[in-house]
């Protein structure tokens, strides 16, 4: 390596994700279209888009779990899918239907994530108290999970996530199934992690948690970014609901057929 050369700039100039060209075909049917889209390092990141847009393919992608068919994933400078076991180090997962080793209580599915990641095991054992009391699971810690609500599994999923204190979360529809004390709980963890550096990338189809929650948004429909910026940018003065609507259309301004009519 020459000496000469001036040092790699420094980390946190670094966006956390960078998508280029990101292209995914389940057969006939392309699911992401040439995605592109930046993440700022430390931003709170929301992903929407209607059923079937291409969220879930394009985080799965973004995350190592499902290899794109063009373009690439860099998160903080690192290769996604060059340099797995770097990018995959970086990242806490909530991801949209992975399966679980829920034969585990959920004690020892945060434990065992938190062994994966090679974390000591006192430190393992704090942590895993903290996240138990943090998403209220605490009286189901010793119950496999496989025996969780939807709401438990969501949960105990995102206690995984955060175990490790990754420099980047990827949340696919954390708040999906949870009740709205362990929401709001899980909501001030979430606001904490980036107020101290942490980026957050979350989809979501709550136009209102978004709004509230996220300083950056991207709206992607049929595999494609139909816009994307910060939230004020996107929205342009109307609600995101409004704003999303008018980008994504398909208001049917309708009261249902007439046979759902029952007087
Ligand atoms: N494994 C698969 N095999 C075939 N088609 C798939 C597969 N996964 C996704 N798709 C298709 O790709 C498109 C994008 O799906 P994706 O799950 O990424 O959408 P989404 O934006 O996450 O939707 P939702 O909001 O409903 O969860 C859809 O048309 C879906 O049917």
Request: proline fraction near 16%; charged fraction near 20%; hydrophobic fraction near 35%.
């Given at each position: 390596m020459d000496s000469t050369l001036p040092p790699?700039?420094?980390?946190?100039?670094?966006?956390a994700l960078r998508l280029t060209g990101l292209v995914k075909r389940f057969g006939e049917k392309?699911?992401?279209?040439g995605i592109d889209l930046t993440v700022p390092a430390g931003s709170f990141y929301g992903l929407v888009g209607p059923n079937g847009a291409g969220k879930t393919t394009t985080l799965s992608m973004a995350t190592g779990l499902l290899r794109p068919d063009g373009g690439s994933a860099v998160l903080h400078g690192v290769d996604v899918w060059t340099d797995p076991v770097t990018a995959k180090a970086m990242i806490g997962n909530l991801a949209d239907g992975v399966r679980l080793?829920?034969?585990?209580?959920g004690e020892q599915l945060i434990t065992y994530t938190g062994m994966m990641f090679g974390l000591p095991r006192e430190e393992i054992t704090a942590r895993t108290a903290d996240l138990l009391a943090l998403m209220d699971l605490r009286e189901a810690a010793?119950?496999?999970?496989?025996?969780?609500?939807a709401g438990m599994t969501k949960k105990v999923s995102l206690a995984c996530a955060l175990v490790h204190a990754p420099r980047i979360l990827v949340l696919d529809e954390p708040f999906e199934s949870v009740d709205p004390v362990s929401a709001a709980n899980i909501e001030d963890v979430l606001r904490g992690y980036a107020g101290s550096g942490g980026t957050v990338i979350v989809s979501s189809h709550s136009m209102d948690l978004v709004q509230r929650m996220c300083d950056h948004v991207a709206v992607i429909a049929a595999g494609r970014v139909l816009a994307a910026g910060t939230v004020d940018e996107v929205r342009g003065g109307q609600t995101l609901q409004d704003r999303f609507v008018e980008l994504v259309g398909g208001r049917h301004h309708s009261e249902g057929p007439q046979w759902l009519r029952l007087s």
């Open positions: 790699s700039p420094p980390a946190a100039t670094e966006p392309v699911a992401v279209d080793f829920d034969r585990l209580t010793g119950t496999p999970v496989v025996d969780y609500s």
